[in-house]
């Protein structure tokens, strides 16, 4: 015990090991508060497919040597998510149809695209990495860290500000329309802040996890609690301590961040699942 | 004669359909349809699986466009000014939500851009709340409620979003025959109170008996409204 507290202590006296962990905790903490809304509107699968469409994104990022991706993979990711959430019902092919087609479509266009273009001698590393996050967390660049931090406190304060209509939304959608309220500006809005939560995550667990960090806190406190506030906060919550121990242990063990913090997210579903139980049954 | 629909328009009508033709995907539902509901009217739809009244009431509420035909609100009757009860849908009947919240979010078409609620607005949705029976529920979870139950609190929520006119897609489906009466009256005091009701309904029996106007369009093409002869 002792020897792992004094290799975390060494650990946190670099500043990027401190950054890392903020990051990685705002990174959490906004990609759950969205994930209850994605759940109960059975988008879950939204993550996974915008994931796969900033991945195609930053591989044409990465043929066109651009210095930094994300001026190019957040508007394609934005784009991506309003065509998605917006087109609703009323398309001719289905919402989960339309999913599949573009998040296969773009995984294999952005591999084929990094294949034939990439100048790098360590392609399999780098599709490795962008798909499953960054090996470890000290490859996290400093500008990285930053950048999620701003979007992280944005997608909070859309989220705080927009809260009651987002309830609203996912509660009931053509209620909201019927009675006068804007629904299709709060679908844009909502729409936008999943594309950034989307290419934001990416940094830390990778293309393919992303739809874990977005809906197991969700579902975990779903099991517990019974109000849409209390499934929000207990969310947040999970999802922040699940990051930070999955960190926490992934400096310990040496293992990949990404994975390591969905493991323990599944750890947290189980738990909250039977504690679920017991109550149900109590 | 459509100076005199113009002039019942201008005076009283709260809503005038002028041949609507509704359908989808190129097939037309209903065809050819002119009604108008007058303030405090009770106009119950009736008319099979397939007939069209859900199509005809998401077209009244703005979620559909008519495939031509059209659609005049009276008397300057906003959007905001509109409340609905819509059939459950799937993803209602595992939302973790408390009745108050669902109740609640009637409200936002009278917050603009406001995050927050007003402790005005947060009395009138109490106040609804009471008056549907429902006070007591306020604090438990939607899903765990009986079917009446969450129709009230659905009820509750469309009476936070209008004054002035109800418009009910099937309320009393599933529902038990008690629940059902007790719904139905609910429904017609409201209406006595000078809410206007339009509302969609299988069960034509316990309709007709509440309603002041009938709209069937069970019948191919049928546009008549039969005025109920009571007393």
């Known amino acids: ?282 | 004669m459509p100076e005199t629909i113009q002039e019942t328009l201008n005076t009283e009508a709260l809503i005038s359909c002028q041949n609507l033709t509704l359908g989808y995907e190129g097939k037309i539902v209903i065809n050819d349809l002119s009604f108008i509901v007058n303030h405090g009217d009770y106009l119950c739809i009736t008319g099979q699986n397939g007939s069209g009244k859900s199509t005809l009431m998401k077209t009244l509420l703005g979620l559909k466009t008519p495939m031509s035909g059209q659609i005049i609100w009276g008397n300057g009757i906003k959007a905001t000014e509109i409340g609905y009860l819509p059939q459950q849908t799937q993803i209602q009947k595992d939302f973790p939500a408390t009745v108050r919240e669902v109740v609640y979010s009637g409200l936002i078409n009278r917050t603009g851009l406001r995050p927050f609620y007003t402790i005005a607005e947060k009395a009138i949705a109490e106040k609804n709340m009471r008056k549907l029976g429902i006070g007591s529920l306020a604090g438990r979870c939607y899903r765990e409620l009986s079917g009446g139950q969450q129709q009230r609190a659905l009820l509750a929520r469309a009476l936070c979003a209008t004054r002035k006119i109800l418009l009910l897609d099937e309320p009393v489906a599933g529902l038990d025959p008690q629940a059902t009466l007790e719904l139905y009256t609910i429904i017609k005091t409201l209406n006595d109170e000078g809410i206007t009701i339009i509302m969609i309904s299988h069960d034509i029996d316990n309709s007709v008996s509440f309603a002041s106007n009938v709209l069937d369009i069970g019948a191919q093409q049928s546009t008549d409204i039969m005025k109920q002869n009571k007393e």
């Open chain 1, 1 to 282: 015990m002792h020897e792992i507290i004094d290799k975390l202590v060494l650990y946190f006296q670099f500043p990027f090991v401190r950054y890392a962990m903020i990051t990685g905790t705002l990174i959490a903490l906004c990609s759950s508060l969205l994930g209850v809304t994605l759940v109960l509107k059975r988008f879950s699968f939204i993550g996974d497919g915008l994931s796969h469409v900033a991945f195609g994104a930053i591989a044409i990022a990465t043929a066109m040597n651009l210095t930094n991706n994300l001026f190019l993979v957040l508007p394609v990711t934005i784009i991506c998510a309003i065509i998605l959430l917006c087109s609703g019902q009323n398309s001719k092919i289905k919402g989960d149809a339309a999913l599949a087609m573009l998040s296969v479509g773009t995984l294999a266009i952005g591999y084929l695209i990094l294949n034939v273009f990439s100048s790098s001698s360590n392609l399999a590393g780098d599709v490795c990495t962008t798909l499953f996050g960054s090996t470890s967390i000290l490859t996290l660049s400093m500008t990285d860290v930053w950048l999620s931090g701003i979007l992280s406190a944005l997608v909070v304060v859309v989220f705080l500000v927009f809260y009651h209509k987002i309830f609203a939304i996912t509660f009931d959608e053509d209620f909201m329309t019927a009675t006068g309220v804007k629904s299709k500006a709060y679908n844009l809005i909502l729409a936008t802040t999943i594309a950034i939560v989307i290419v934001v995550a990416m940094n830390l667990v990778g293309a393919l996890l992303i739809s874990a960090l977005v809906i197991f806190p969700a579902l975990s406190a779903m099991r517990v609690f019974k109000s849409f506030r209390a499934v929000t906060i207990c969310s947040v919550f999970v999802s922040v301590i699940c990051a930070a121990l999955g960190i926490l242990i992934s400096i310990l063990a040496g293992t990949p961040v990404g994975s390591t913090i969905v493991a323990v997210d599944i750890a947290g579903f189980l738990l909250f699942s039977l504690v679920g139980k017991i109550i149900s049954r109590g």
